[in-house]
Nanobody, 122 residues
């Protein structure tokens, strides 16, 4: 069974840093784009950052210059380094990956992690 497992959330003071990690496991044939989304209470889920296989990145305007996304294709891992955190960054952060399994190699499917809570508060 293909799954994404996140780690690294928690409570941090404004101006602090956190690093989120996500590892894909299971019978994976290929991984296309990987990324992070977040959902704050009462708001819709939004893209935070994404990275393709070649390393090209895309960021939400609200996090540009503060967050950095990276990936390790060999480890099937994507990371999100979050610096200068603000209270408005408080949300559940979800890992996302567009992947295919060996049993259906050319069928790319969106997979989601279970989510990890990030709280920025003094």
């Amino acid at each position: 069974q293909v799954q994404l497992v996140e780690s690294g959330g928690g409570l941090v003071q404004p101006g602090g840093s956190l690093r989120l990690s996500c590892v894909a496991s299971g019978s994976i044939f290929s991984i296309n784009t990987m990324g992070w989304y977040r959902q704050a209470p009462g708001k819709e889920r939004e893209l935070v950052a994404a990275i393709d296989r070649g390393g090209e990145t895309n960021y939400a305007d609200s996090v540009k210059g503060r967050f950095t996304i990276s990936r390790d294709n060999a480890k099937k891992m994507v990371n999100l380094q979050m610096n200068s955190l603000k209270p408005e960054d408080t949300a559940i952060y979800y890992c996302n990956a567009l992947m295919s399994e060996f049993r259906s190699r050319w069928n790319l499917v969106d997979y989601w992690g279970q989510g990890t809570q990030v709280t920025v508060s003094s």
